[in-house]
């Protein structure tokens, strides 16, 4: 399940993970937010905070995942990835390159400084 956060800056989109996170959560939580920052600011930040409750992604997830960072490719200009998950850390430290923007990991208990950092 994906949650948006509130009272972040206005080019920032939060969500936080919990449980499994599905297709059906992207099309109705994420996508919608994103493009509502696009649409007043044209670029857009992102926290996604995998909360401590998360459990995976749906194979359907991660595909929308794949398609929303490339639909949105030009938009993107700081994403921080909130978890201790060491393999989240890892697989975002290793594809972050990709990205056209900086890319950070914070762990859960740097909520503030992602959100700071994104901020800045």
């Known amino acids: ?49 995998l909360g401590p409750d998360f459990t995976g992604f749906s194979a359907g997830a991660m595909w929308e995942d794949l398609k929303t960072g490339t639909a949105y490719f030009k938009a993107w200009e700081r994403i921080a990835v909130v978890t201790d998950l060491a393999w989240v850390t890892d697989v975002t430290r290793f594809l972050g390159f990709a990205m056209p923007c ?10 503030s400084d992602a959100t700071n950092w994104l901020a800045g």
């Open 1 to 49: 399940m994906l949650k948006l956060l509130p009272n972040l800056p206005a080019k920032v989109v939060g969500i936080v993970a919990s449980g499994q996170v599905t297709a059906s959560d992207y099309e109705t939580v994420l996508i919608p937010a994103i493009e509502s920052v696009i649409k007043e600011h044209r670029n857009v930040r992102v926290l996604y905070q």
């Open 102 to 111: 900086p890319v950070k990991v914070f762990a859960n208990s740097e909520l």
